[in-house]
T-cell receptor, first 108, second 114 residues
């Protein structure tokens, strides 16, 4: 079993829909990261959080440390949100352990 | 603007050849990382460095080596390339070990070993 599990693996939505991507992990962590990988391959960091909730534009990330679970929400989804979303956890120092990613496709 | 670059972006090589992938960052970050990305797996850590002359093995280090002679560069060497090393390679850097320490990723190198 992977230390970081994401669900779903693939998600197709219609423009405007509310989207949720889930991440569960099995180890104690100091922080959790959500990353976005564009179709061209570039990877950018969206959020880092260790408790509670963070919001940036239409993106919201939450984490429940007791349940070892995090969710990434996208409100009013748009085709430009189509990408792979990756959850990663930091347990020791600066090293990250990554989930396999969720491929999101938003159709117009 | 500070950035992290990788070269080459695409490389085709033959089994048994030595290959070096370059990673250069101008953030002046202490920490640098090499990952590989394959279908069915998340990004997996190959090697990492917390500063000049420091190198450490990650979870998939067999067949790879790195050296850190300055802050800006962490080249990744495949001593004798194997077909199993066909992958997309990402370099990343981060400033330190603080709680909210963000990693910045390079654009990736697609390596094909024939």
């Amino acid at each position: 079993k992977n230390e970081v599990e994401q669900s779903p693996q693939n998600l197709t939505a219609q423009e405007g829909e509310f989207i949720t991507i889930n991440c569960s992990y099995s180890v104690g962590i100091s922080a959790l990261h959500w990353l976005q990988q564009h179709p061209g391959g570039g990877i950018v960091s969206l959020f880092m959080l260790s408790s509670g909730k963070k919001k940036h534009g239409r993106l919201i990330a939450t984490i429940n440390i007791q349940e070892k679970h995090s969710s990434l929400h996208i409100t009013a989804s748009h085709p430009r949100d189509s990408a792979v979303y990756i959850c990663a956890v930091r347990a020791y120092g600066s090293r990250l352990t990554f989930g396999e990613g969720t491929q999101l496709t938003v159709n117009p | 603007d500070a950035e992290i670059t990788q070269s080459p972006r695409h490389k085709i090589t033959e089994t048994g050849r030595q290959v070096t992938l370059a990673c250069h960052q101008t953030w002046n970050h202490n920490n640098m990382f090499w990952y590989r990305q394959d279908l069915g797996h998340g990004l997996r850590l190959i090697h990492y460095s917390y500063g000049v002359h420091d190198t450490n093995k990650g979870e998939v280090s067999d067949g790879y080596s790195v050296s850190r002679s300055n802050t800006e560069d962490l080249p990744l060497t495949l001593e004798s390339a194997a077909s199993s090393q066909t992958s997309v390679y990402f370099c990343a850097s981060s400033e330190g070990t603080g709680l909210y320490n963000e990693q910045f990723f390079g654009p990736g190198t697609r390596l094909t070993v024939l």
